[in-house]
């Protein structure tokens, strides 16, 4: 069965950093994207960036360059979002999915990690 | 700030039919990129629903249908039914920004 599974909800201070990540299985993890997605709460879906794991080209939104970083190890099928210092308004619920090429479909979905930034 | 405008709402009864609009601009659905649709469940991740404008996955009833003309695109759902009440977006490539772009979502309620 194809799919990607993510790490586990996440409770943090403004100030701290976080790693989350997202597993794929099923298929040869290397010759597809893997998209970030955010969904803050009551909120629309709103496109990160993405990643091709077979050689790590990296693309990002104007909205989140410079906010996030979005990185891939392909030796075990993982998919890395991360932020170096988080603020409250990073709270949301983040998916991953996957993309055979930039213009097609996010066809597969990871469950989704819920991040809760508050003091 | 999405660049593909939905209606923030959409009602019927079940039975009847719906349509969810799609509108964007000359540098992604009027480029000829394709539009994707899916759906999200209370409390679920999205699941694709409609690509390639068109084209249903294996699974997805044929009660959703995609089209796309100029630079806009619609989802239909004929025979609605209590299982359809959900949220609904649209995608598409965007040159000028160089990413892939999310409508602005549609609640579709099931009176």
């Known amino acids: 069965e194809v799919q990607l599974v993510q790490s586990g909800a996440e409770v943090k201070k403004p100030g701290e950093s976080l790693k989350i990540s997202c597993k794929g299985s099923?298929?040869?993890?290397?010759?597809?994207?893997i998209g970030w997605v955010r969904q803050m709460p009551g909120k629309g879906l709103e496109w990160m960036g993405i990643?091709?794991?077979?050689?790590?080209?990296?693309r990002y939104s104007p909205s989140f360059q410079g906010q996030v970083t979005i990185s891939a190890d392909k030796s075990i099928s993982t998919a890395y979002l991360q932020w170096s210092s988080l603020k409250a308004s990073d709270t949301a619920m983040y998916y991953c999915?996957?993309?055979?090429?930039?213009?097609?479909?996010?066809?597969?979905w990871g469950q989704g990690t819920m991040v809760t930034v508050s003091s | 700030q999405s660049v593909l405008t939905q209606p923030p709402s959409v009602s019927g009864a079940p039975g009847q039919r719906v349509t969810i609009s799609c509108t964007g601009s000359?540098?992604?659905?009027?480029?000829?990129?394709?539009v994707h649709w899916y759906q999200q469940l209370p409390g679920t991740a999205p699941k694709l629903l409609i690509y390639?404008?068109?084209n249903r996955p294996s699974g997805v009833p044929d009660r959703f249908s995609g089209s796309k003309s100029g630079t806009s695109a619609s989802l239909a759902i004929t025979g609605l039914q209590a299982e359809d009440e959900a949220d609904y977006y649209c995608?598409?490539?965007?040159?000028?920004?160089?990413?892939?772009?999310f409508g602005t979502g549609t609640k579709v309620t099931v009176l």
């Open positions: 000359s540098s992604n659905i009027g480029a000829d990129y394709d």
């Open positions: 999915a996957r993309q055979s090429t930039t213009t097609r479909p996010f066809d597969i």
């Open positions: 990643i091709y794991p077979g050689d790590s080209d990296t």
């Open positions: 995608q598409s490539y965007d040159s000028s920004l160089r990413s892939s772009v």
């Open positions: 099923g298929y040869s993890f290397s010759s597809y994207w």
């Open positions: 390639g404008n068109g």
